[in-house]
């Protein structure tokens, strides 16, 4: 299977899995693609002469929300990828495959994320008439919960980012760039617990249902 076909086939499972009601299993979609991505790897690692293409991918999110780099990050510890910011979108240099995928994963755990977030505060603010603390409390646990499962699959399909990416990117950017604080979540509030553990329960749940469209 070539870079087009893998991402294609990508591209239409995370689109299936968007246009899923039920959010637990849209985002079982995250799993199949890590899966798809590892076994690309496994047999482009296998083949010999053929000389190794790199890509940078520039995200698009609807804001730049504190939550964003930490997700980055997450992302592409775990599908073989270096991440940096570039202007004001963050973006993956990796192999061309595992950056096209961290890319689209990226841009759809973002919209999940947001989701669950105005989902959250809509109950808050039914309960309390407000919802301070909410997004970060929410955020916070998602993230937890969605590393700790990226982080399982990782080492159940021995996800290594290769040493070529590194070399890669210090070829790319080695003195060139600057250190940033990226990835802060601000507090307006205290954190909630219940919201906290919703979100950490739901990143968790990222990559626990069936496999969405898996036949395609």
């Known amino acids: 299977m070539n870079i ?16 899923n009601s039920n959010t637990h299993e849209s985002e079982a979609a995250m799993l199949k693609a890590q899966k798809l991505m ?11 002469g053929d000389k190794i ?3 940078l991918e520039l995200c698009k999110t609807t804001d ?7 997700l980055c990050i997450i992302i592409a510890e775990n599908f073989r990828c270096k991440v940096l910011l570039v ?16 890319k689209q994963v990226f841009e759809f755990a973002y ?28 955020t916070l646990g998602f993230l937890k919960g969605l590393k700790q499962k990226f982080d399982e699959q990782c080492t159940a399909l021995l996800i290594v980012t290769p040493p070529d ?8 950017y080695g003195g060139k760039l600057t250190t940033t604080k990226g990835g802060g979540i601000t507090f ?11 979100g950490q329960e739901d990143g968790r749940n990222f990559l626990n249902k069936k496999q969405v469209g898996s036949g395609n």
């Open 4 to 19: 087009e076909q893998i991402t294609t086939k990508i591209e239409k499972l995370l689109k299936l899995a968007g246009n």
């Open 53 to 55: 293409a790199y890509s």
């Open 188 to 198: 307006n509030g205290d954190i909630h617990f219940d919201t906290y553990t919703k």
């Open 111 to 138: 919209r999940v994320i947001r989701k669950g977030i105005v989902a959250e505060q809509k109950i808050y603010r039914a309960k309390y008439g407000n919802s301070r603390g909410v997004s970060a409390s929410y």
């Open 87 to 102: 202007g004001k979108q963050v973006a993956f240099l990796g192999r061309t495959a595992d950056a096209k995928t961290a």
């Open 64 to 70: 730049n929300d504190g939550f964003r780099m930490r």
């Open 165 to 172: 990416v590194f070399e890669e990117f210090d070829k790319r």
């Open 38 to 48: 590892a076994e690309y790897n496994v047999e482009a690692d296998m083949m010999t």
